[in-house]
Nanobody, 126 residues
């Protein structure tokens, strides 16, 4: 079993920054890929970014490139999402997800991930 807990969300003005954390526990050795997703009220859950715990493979959704950065601290079993130049349209509940996926670099489909956190609310005011 793998447990994921997100934190770091909150209220920020447009143009501001937030760093989200995703703390993982349990059978960490079974995890190869971590992804970030977000979901606004009435909207579908959409892909934000993903990476592998080892190596340099990263992938970002086009709308996040240049503003969002993913990273991790393997010793702390924690993944991070640094969000800069935030816009009101970034307002959503942000989730981290994880799975094995074998040799697959990243996975952008939410339905393919096995483990999910409970989410953290990010609200960007105008």
């Amino acid at each position: 079993q793998v447990q994921l807990v997100e934190s770091g969300g909150g209220l920020v003005q447009a143009g501001g920054s937030l760093r989200l954390s995703c703390a993982a526990s349990g059978s960490i050795s079974s995890i190869n890929v971590v992804g970030w997703f977000r979901q606004a009220p009435g909207q579908e859950r959409e892909f934000v970014a993903a990476f592998r715990w080892s190596g340099t493979s990263t992938y970002y959704a086009d709308s996040m490139k240049g503003r969002f950065t993913i990273s991790r601290n393997n010793q702390k079993n924690t993944a991070y999402l640094q969000m800069n130049s935030l816009k009101p349209e970034d307002t959503a509940v942000y989730y981290c997800a994880a799975d094995n996926f074998g040799t697959r670099r990243v996975e952008v489909r939410a339905s393919e991930y096995l483990y999910w956190g409970q989410g953290t609310q990010v609200t960007v005011s105008s």
